[in-house]
Structure formats: C-alpha cells, structure tokens
C-alpha cells in the first residue's frame, strides 16, 4: 500500500550555484523524467538520510517535463551537505506537499504583481514560469525583486534573458545598497511597492521573503490600494511529516504542510498570530 | 449478549492466545497496571487502568519506517514495512478505546498513515466497562460511557461472571471462535451494571465539569485569554503530560545509522519541548506560555474545529495523577469556563 513517508530515490543531474549561499538543484528520477507531477507552490521534502530532511519549494514550473529543481540555502544539516556534494549524487524526495498557488482558478485572467526578498523567488519563480508557459491566460505581469547585493539575487541570468523578454513582463530590481556594476535600482522592497507604479485593479499579488520584508511590503500594498483579498504568501514552520500528522506546523488550527504553504493575507487574519 | 462464567475467564484467554497474541493489564512489581503478552499464568490486574495508555498497540513510541543502503552516489530505499500479526488487546476502558477514534482521524484520514493502518487493522479491542471510576475520571464531560466502552467486543464484571457484547465484524468472528466458552444471556445483568457505575459516575469530583469556554470555534475568544499566563507559569516543558496522553499524536522522524545502512524511523514527539517549532528564522513559541496553550488549544480548541466538534481529550486523568506541578487540563478547563472571555 502506498505510505507518502517513503520518498523516491531521485539523482541531482546539474547544480548551479547561484549566489554565495544558495544552489539550484536539478533532480531526475533515476529513469528519465520526472519524479511526480506538482503544482506552483508546492513543496517537496528532500533528504539524504543520515543527514536529515527538510521542505524545499519546488522551484521549476510543471510545465517542465523533463525534471524538478530547487533552491536551497545553505544554512545547516541537509542544506550544508547538499552545497557540499557534486552532480550524479542520489538524493530522496517525497511529496508534492501543501495547497498551491490557484493558478487556474482565482489567479487566472488575472493582472499579476509579484514581491520577493532573497530566496523567497523560489517559490514564486514556480508561477512565474507557469505564467510564461501559459501567457494568455494571465494579464500584465510586475515582479518586484530585491536582495542584500546583486551577488544575492537568485536566477539573476534567467530574470534577465528570459523573464524581462516577456511580453508584458515588467521586472523590477532593487539591491540594499549601493554597489559597483549596479546601475538599477538601490533601496528596499517595501519602498519600491510604492514607486513602480502599480495598479491594484483585477490584479493578484504574490509575496515571498523574509518575515521583515513581508511585515513591511504588506502595509505599502494596502497603502497603494490592494485589499488582503488579493494578497498570497506562503508560510514557512518548522516541518517533519508534510501531511498535516507529525503536529509541529500549524498556525491555530490549520496545518501549513497541509492547508498551506499558501494563504492569503484575509485567512491568515482569520488565524492566531503565532507565526 | 453471551454470558462466560467466571471459572472460564482464563480458558477464553487461553483460546485466544493459541492462535494469535493477546494483551492485558497485568500489575507490575510496584503493584500499577501496564499491558502485558499473556500467557499460562499471567493474572489480569484489577486497576481501573494502565499506567500507560493503549495508545503504544497503534503508535509505539518509536517505530522503524524504512531503511536505506547508501553506495558511492547511489541510494536504495528499502521497504520494511510487513502485514503485523493479528493481535488482541483484552481490558481497554471507555476513554481509551475513545482515544483510538480520534487517532483514527489523525492517522486514517487522506494520506492514510500506512504503519498506523496494519495495527489498527489487525489489532481487535476488547473493552472492559469500568466498575469503580476514579476522583480522576472525567471521560464523561466528553461524552464518553465508562459504563458501554466502545471497541470490538465489549465486556461487563456482572456478579457471577462476565458479559461479552460482540460490535463489530471482528468482534463477532473472534467470538464464534470462542463460542463454546459462552453461554446465552439477556442485557438484565449488564443494565443492572450499567445503572451501578451511571450512579458513581455522578458522584465523581469532575462529574460537574463542563466543556464551557472551550470548543469549536472558539480560538479567538480562547487564544488571548490572559489566564493562560498564570496556567503555565509553572510548567516545567517535561512533556511528562504528553507522553501519558492517549490523543497526544506529535512524532519526529529521525535517522539512525545501524553501521550496515540507515534507519529512519519515528517517535513520539512533544510540543510542550522548546525544540519543536524551533526554526533557524525564528521561534513562533517562544516561551513556555506559547507552547503550554498550544497543547491546550489543540485539544479542546484546534481538534473540535477540524473533527465535527469532537475533543482531543477523553478523560482518561492520567495528565492529572503524572504532571509533577499538578498543572492539567482540568484546571484549564475550570478557569476558561470561568466567564473571562465575554
Ligand atoms: C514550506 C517550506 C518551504 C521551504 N522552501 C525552502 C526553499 O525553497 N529553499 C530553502 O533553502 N529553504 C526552504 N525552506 C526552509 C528549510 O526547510 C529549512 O531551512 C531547513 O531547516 C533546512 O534544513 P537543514 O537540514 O539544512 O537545516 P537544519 O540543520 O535542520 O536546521 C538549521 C536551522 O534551521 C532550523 N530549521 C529547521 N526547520 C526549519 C524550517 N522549516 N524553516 C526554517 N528553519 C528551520 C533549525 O532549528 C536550525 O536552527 C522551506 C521551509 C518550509 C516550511
Ligand atoms: S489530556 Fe490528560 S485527561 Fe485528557 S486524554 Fe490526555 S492524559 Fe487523558
Ligand atoms: S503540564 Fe506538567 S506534565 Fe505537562 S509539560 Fe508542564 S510540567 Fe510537564
Ligand atoms: S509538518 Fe507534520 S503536521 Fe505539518
């Protein structure tokens, strides 16, 4: 009988690197292809037993057939042992864990605004190459991404050869500060919401970073006429199982592996704000 | 209804134990109950009940889950899981054969827990209605009958003997395996027994507790209760009220290398311990208040809300005998019901 604790053997076929602490991983299952289907949004629990196991945001689009990725920070047991190890390299994968993105219902047709902060374009980068693979079912599309320094920002050569060819793709990015080889933008996301420009009429917005990012972006969109009804984030617990049984993730009485990562900014009103 | 005489209380045991293991309290060296393998000469306790609870048949406290053999690059993920063997338990009380009800909606519930599945499903339980409640007992505020315990079969102490009642197929098929032992009886005895314990039952120190202030729906009245501060003022986090809990469901996973490959494998967790939500970001509970309302907030709040109203609670007091600050959940209780939240 199935048990979703068993993860696939799958093989990390590319690593790049892409800013000092973070790498995309590449994984395919050991026959060609990939592992299991998912939708943008949704996570994966990764693992090299032994080491240990930790939810990872797919990051690739489900429109690629060909193989899975995900980004991961360096910052402790698997995350340090999958920066230190080399391509060809087996590692386990379950899931898809979590609710995703609605793509196909209540984004569709939609204008869309996303926000992000460091690492926190992994997940969104699953939406937003969706919504290039599937450009005539959503409007205008703003991404608003900023980092410490240019260095820190994720798919920087992605963004730039392919996402800011899009039609109606409009890229904004932001670093903290100054630096040499910058000419774009300096400042913080929550300041740039309010100068790019947006328009919050029949438009969803999208947004993933770091807590104080998110603390301080929210009030700017409220600020520039988005209401919370129209503004997604995903939350990020502690996690073991991603099935809503272990009992560690919840925010009141609802499971982030499992009624989440996603929420929007009206539900999570709804929730104690233990988080 | 089918009547055993007492003489052949231990043939039905031995019957059973010819095809297939059976449990039941058997009293310790210090004299308390804990489920034990019967076999030739193993004598039933007559606690009212296990020291721990009957949870362990279902979920142990730590169980291998699969295992890996690691080479160069590659990796094999073996299966270990195999069907478990058919099993009995004899002598679960009414508020722990409630507690596999709501492990069940844990556990059974879209993705089934497969481990959790295998005992459930060969496991057969059969219940032993309570006689002498204790000052501890307050199943009842949940809805739970000490007097008609659910499970496969369930059984009365009547005054020469016992009464077996069969509730499910698999109570029915392990009773027409024993049928010769039984002989046919009406419900008088059971309905006499019944009364009996109904009647202490209303006498009990907790027959009067409620369920007020607590329950579905109610998590924003509940969650800023300022009370919660002087509730957990004390706790020392022990988690010593977690692992007695018969509804307490948290695990970790975790792995273990044998030196031939790795284990990985489950056990009971608590979310009363600091390292539970611990995040390299950030704590969302960082002190004991945090993590005492939430052990609270999930069984009379949380788990209502997900599960048509039921509690994560079924009485069973073992929280209120083990906790070394006699902090428990009838306390809580007793102080949320107390109006603070209108
Ligand atoms: C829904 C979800 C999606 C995620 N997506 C990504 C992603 O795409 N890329 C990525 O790099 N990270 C992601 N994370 C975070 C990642 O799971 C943690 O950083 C994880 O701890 C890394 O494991 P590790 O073994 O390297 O660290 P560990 O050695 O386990 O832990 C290092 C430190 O992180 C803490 N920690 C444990 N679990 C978490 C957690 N869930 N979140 C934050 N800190 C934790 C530990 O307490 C410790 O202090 C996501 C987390 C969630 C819940
Ligand atoms: S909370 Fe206490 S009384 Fe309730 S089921 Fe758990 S151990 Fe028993
Ligand atoms: S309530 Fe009591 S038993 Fe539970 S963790 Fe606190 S001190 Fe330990
Ligand atoms: S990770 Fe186990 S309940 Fe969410």
Same mark, same amino acid.
């Given at each position: 009988?199935?048990?979703?604790?068993?993860?696939?053997?799958?093989?990390?076929?590319?690593?790049?690197?892409?800013?000092?602490?973070?790498?995309?991983?590449?994984?395919?299952?050991?026959?060609?292809?990939?592992?299991?289907?998912?939708?943008?949004?949704?996570?994966?629990?990764?693992?090299?037993?032994?080491?240990?196991?930790?939810?990872?945001?797919?990051?690739?689009? #489900?429109?690629?057939?060909?193989?899975?990725?995900?980004?991961?920070?360096?910052?402790?047991?698997?995350?340090?042992?999958?920066?230190?190890?080399?391509?060809? *390299?087996?590692?386990?994968?379950?899931?898809?864990?979590?609710? #995703?993105?609605?793509?196909?219902?209540?984004?569709?047709?939609?204008?869309?605004?996303?926000?992000?902060?460091?690492?926190?374009?992994?997940?969104?980068?699953?939406?937003?190459?969706?919504?290039?693979?599937?450009?005539?079912?959503?409007?205008?599309?703003?991404?608003?991404?900023?980092?410490?320094?240019?260095?820190?920002?994720?798919?920087?050569?992605?963004?730039?050869?392919?996402?800011?060819?899009?039609?109606?793709?409009?890229?904004?990015?932001?670093?903290?500060?100054?630096?040499?080889?910058?000419?774009?933008?300096?400042?913080?996301?929550?300041?740039?919401?309010?100068?790019?420009?947006?328009?919050?009429?029949?438009?969803?917005?999208?947004?993933?970073?770091?807590?104080?990012?998110?603390?301080?972006?929210?009030?700017?969109?409220?600020?520039?006429?988005?209401?919370?009804?129209?503004?997604?984030?995903?939350?990020?617990?502690?996690?073991?199982?991603?099935?809503?049984?272990?009992?560690?993730?919840?925010?009141?009485?609802?499971?982030?592996?499992?009624?989440?990562?996603?929420?929007?900014?009206?539900?999570?009103?709804?929730?104690?704000?233990?988080? | 209804?089918?009547?055993?005489?007492?003489?052949?209380?231990?043939?039905?045991?031995?019957?059973?134990?010819?095809?297939?293991?059976?449990?039941?309290?058997?009293?310790?060296?210090?004299?308390?109950?804990?489920?034990?393998?019967?076999?030739?000469?193993?004598?039933?306790?007559? *606690?009212?009940?296990?020291?721990?609870?009957?949870?362990?048949?279902?979920?142990?406290?730590?169980?291998?889950?699969?295992?890996?053999?690691?080479?160069?690059?590659?990796?094999?993920?073996?299966?270990?899981?195999?069907?478990?063997?058919?099993?009995?338990?004899?002598?679960?009380?009414?508020?722990?054969?409630?507690?596999?009800?709501?492990?069940?909606?844990?556990?059974?519930?879209?993705?089934?827990?497969?481990?959790?599945?295998?005992?459930?499903?060969?496991?057969?339980?059969?219940?032993?209605?309570?006689?002498?409640?204790?000052?501890?007992?307050?199943?009842?505020?949940?809805?739970?009958?000490?007097?008609?315990?659910?499970?496969?079969?369930?059984?009365?102490?009547?005054?020469?003997?016992?009464?077996?009642?069969?509730?499910?197929?698999?109570?029915?098929?392990?009773?027409?395996?024993?049928?010769?032992?039984?002989?046919?009886?009406?419900?008088?005895?059971?309905?006499?027994? *019944?009364?009996?314990?109904?009647?202490?039952?209303?006498?009990?120190?907790?027959?009067?507790?409620?369920?007020?202030?607590?329950?579905?729906?109610?998590?924003?009245?509940?969650?800023?209760? #300022?009370?919660?501060?002087?509730?957990?003022?004390?706790?020392?986090?022990?988690?010593?009220?977690?692992?007695?809990?018969?509804?307490?469901?948290?695990?970790?996973?975790?792995?273990?290398?044998?030196?031939?490959?790795?284990?990985?494998?489950?056990?009971?967790?608590?979310?009363?311990?600091?390292?539970?939500?611990?995040?390299?970001?950030?704590?969302?509970?960082?002190?004991?208040?945090?993590?005492?309302?939430?052990?609270?907030?999930?069984?009379?709040?949380?788990?209502?809300?997900?599960?048509?109203?039921?509690?994560?609670?079924?009485?069973?007091?073992?929280?209120?005998?083990?906790?070394?600050?006699?902090?428990?959940?009838?306390?809580?209780?007793?102080?949320?019901?107390?109006?603070?939240?209108?």
């Amino acid at each position: 009988m199935e048990e979703t604790l068993i993860p696939y053997a799958g093989i990390v076929t590319k690593i790049t690197g892409q800013t000092p602490d973070v790498k995309t991983f590449r994984v395919e299952a050991p026959e060609g292809g990939k592992l299991f289907e998912h939708k943008p949004g949704q996570c994966a629990m990764l693992s090299v037993p032994g080491v240990s196991e930790a939810m990872i945001s797919i990051t690739s689009s #489900p429109t690629n057939k060909e193989y899975m990725e995900f980004s991961v920070k360096k910052c402790g047991c698997l995350s340090g042992w999958l920066h230190g190890m080399d391509e060809g *390299q087996m590692i386990t994968v379950r899931g898809p864990y979590g609710r #995703p993105f609605p793509v196909d219902d209540e984004l569709a047709g939609k204008n869309l605004v996303f926000v992000a902060g460091g690492i926190g374009l992994a997940p969104l980068r699953s939406v937003i190459n969706y919504v290039r693979d599937n450009r005539d079912k959503y409007g205008r599309v703003d991404i608003i991404y900023g980092s410490r320094s240019k260095d820190d920002l994720v798919y920087y050569d992605e963004i730039v050869s392919e996402w800011m060819n899009t039609p109606d793709f409009h890229v904004h990015l932001t670093i903290d500060r100054e630096q040499e080889g910058w000419d774009g933008h300096v400042g913080f996301v929550p300041n740039y919401i309010e100068e790019v420009g947006l328009n919050p009429i029949n438009t969803c917005a999208l947004m993933c970073g770091p807590p104080i990012m998110i603390k301080f972006s929210l009030p700017n969109l409220l600020k520039v006429g988005f209401d919370k009804t129209q503004i997604y984030t995903t939350m990020e617990l502690r996690m073991k199982c991603g099935i809503g049984k272990c009992g560690r993730c919840n925010i009141g009485n609802k499971y982030v592996c499992k009624d989440g990562p996603v929420f929007r900014f009206d539900q999570l009103d709804e929730l104690p704000g233990e988080y | 209804m089918k009547k055993l005489s007492l003489a052949k209380l231990y043939d039905f045991f031995a019957a059973i134990a010819a095809k297939e293991a059976l449990y039941l309290p058997v009293n310790n060296e210090v004299g308390k109950a804990e489920y034990k393998r019967w076999s030739e000469g193993v004598e039933l306790s007559h *606690q009212l009940n296990t020291l721990r609870s009957a949870k362990d048949f279902f979920f142990p406290q730590t169980e291998n889950l699969m295992e890996f053999k690691m080479e160069g690059k590659k990796i094999d993920i073996i299966d270990t899981r195999e069907a478990c063997d058919d099993f009995v338990i004899f002598g679960v009380r009414a508020c722990d054969a409630a507690s596999f009800d709501i492990l069940d909606r844990v556990y059974l519930v879209d993705p089934v827990d497969s481990y959790y599945k295998n005992r459930r499903e060969h496991g057969t339980v059969i219940t032993h209605a309570c006689g002498k409640p204790a000052e501890t007992c307050f199943c009842g505020t949940f809805g739970i009958d000490a007097a008609d315990p659910k499970g496969d079969i369930t059984v009365w102490d009547v005054e020469d003997g016992y009464v077996f009642r069969a509730n499910t197929e698999k109570g029915e098929k392990l009773m027409a395996a024993t049928a010769d032992l039984f002989e046919d009886t009406d419900d008088k005895a059971v309905k006499a027994e *019944q009364d009996k314990v109904r009647e202490i039952l209303a006498k009990m120190p907790l027959a009067d507790l409620t369920t007020e202030g607590v329950g579905a729906g109610l998590t924003k009245e509940v969650f800023d209760r #300022p009370e919660w501060a002087s509730l957990s003022e004390s706790c020392l986090g022990c988690g010593t009220c977690t692992f007695v809990c018969p509804t307490c469901q948290c695990y970790d996973i975790r792995d273990f290398d044998t030196g031939h490959g790795i284990q990985r494998f489950r056990c009971w967790d608590s979310c009363m311990y600091s390292d539970f939500t611990k995040m390299s970001a950030g704590q969302p509970r960082p002190t004991q208040l945090e993590r005492f309302r939430q052990r609270f907030m999930h069984k009379l709040v949380y788990f209502p809300d997900n599960n048509d109203g039921v509690f994560g609670c079924v009485g069973c007091g073992r929280c209120l005998s083990r906790c070394p600050i006699s902090m428990n959940i009838v306390k809580v209780m007793k102080t949320l019901a107390k109006g603070g939240n209108k």
